[in-house]
């Protein structure tokens, strides 16, 4: 089993945003995955973009610099 870790998960109300930050994140060389949501979040197309949690300030800049349709930010242990 693997060990939990913390990861800096981004939530999208659609799955045209979600794959927006996936293309902005690899134009820009943010490391990170588009994962479904964990249970304990909730978001309105089912995806989330899932980074190391040292990458939080990196996807930060991204969202507001490019516009991104981000729902929310939040630290979890996946």
Do not use: N, S
């Not at 909730?42 to 490019?66: F, H, M, N, S, Y």
């Amino acid at each position: 089993m693997r060990e939990k870790a913390e990861k800096c998960v981004v939530t999208f109300a659609t799955t045209t945003a979600a794959m927006e930050m996936e293309a902005a994140c690899a134009k820009a060389g943010v490391p990170g995955r588009l994962i479904p949501v964990p249970r304990t979040i909730t978001a309105g197309c089912g995806l989330c973009w899932a980074a190391p949690r040292q990458a939080r300030d990196a996807v930060e800049v991204l969202i507001v610099e490019k516009h991104l349709a981000a729902d929310g930010i939040y630290a979890i242990l996946l």
